[in-house]
């Protein structure tokens, strides 16, 4: 039986490879190497993300749109102070976003709500009250889905150099002692708040610009 640090590697190049056992595979290294800070992204990846920074990965960029009962959905275009509109950091479980790019698999876009708080100011802007969306290309939580999957095979490479298998599910003291002393851990970047930022899944209004 092959280390499980092979065995990641291994699971991370399948052209399909279940993001989801990955995860877990490194949790399980992670937790057992007592790697704190990798285990927590592991966590966070696995259960959303709560409260505190979301990685810079998870930005997705769209374009507001806003729904005309004459003419559907039309382009808002943003005054210089809400621009930040048009991007959000998605806090998402990653089973949640595999799962919305699955239903959505015959679609080019996803639609993302905005609080209602914007929705009033932006309503108050374009002059009658109705409802506003940030649309965004599905191929953005394709990227977030590879990004975890290129940090994985990463992370598991850079224990295997290091002498770090983990073989039967085990890992030696030494090996332990090689994972503390070398600080493996993950290299992403945080920054910004997880206010406003779920994706949500369609609803009857945006069933509406579907082909919009």
């Given at each position: 039986?092959?280390?499980i640090v092979n065995q990641l590697q291994m699971e991370a190049i399948k052209e399909?490879?279940?993001i989801l056992k990955l995860l877990r595979q490194a949790y399980i290294i992670a937790r057992k190497l007592k790697l704190s800070e990798f285990e927590q992204w592991v966590k966070n990846e696995l259960d959303g993300y709560d409260e505190g920074p979301i990685p810079d990965y998870r930005l997705i960029k769209g374009e507001v749109k806003g729904f005309n009962p004459v003419r559907g959905w039309i382009p808002f275009v943003l005054p210089d102070k809400l621009s930040f509109l048009s991007e959000r950091r998605v806090n998402n479980s990653i089973?949640?976003?595999v799962e919305i790019y699955?239903?959505?698999e015959n679609n080019d876009?996803?639609?993302l709500s905005f609080d209602p708080r914007v929705v009033a100011e932006l309503s108050k802007l374009c002059g009658f009250d109705t409802i506003f969306y940030l649309f965004v290309g599905k191929n953005q939580v394709f990227e977030i889905i590879e990004k975890i999957r290129n940090i994985?095979?990463?992370w598991a490479i850079t224990l295997e150099e290091k002498g770090i298998k983990g073989e039967n599910l085990e890992f030696t003291l030494e090996e332990e002692k090689l994972a503390e002393k070398e600080k493996i851990i993950n290299s992403?970047?945080?920054y910004g708040d997880v206010i406003n930022s779920q994706i949500q899944q369609d609803t009857e209004h945006s069933q509406q610009g579907k082909k919009k």
């Open positions: 039986m092959s280390g399909n490879g279940d089973a949640n976003l699955r239903q959505n876009r996803i639609y994985l095979l990463e992403i970047n945080f």
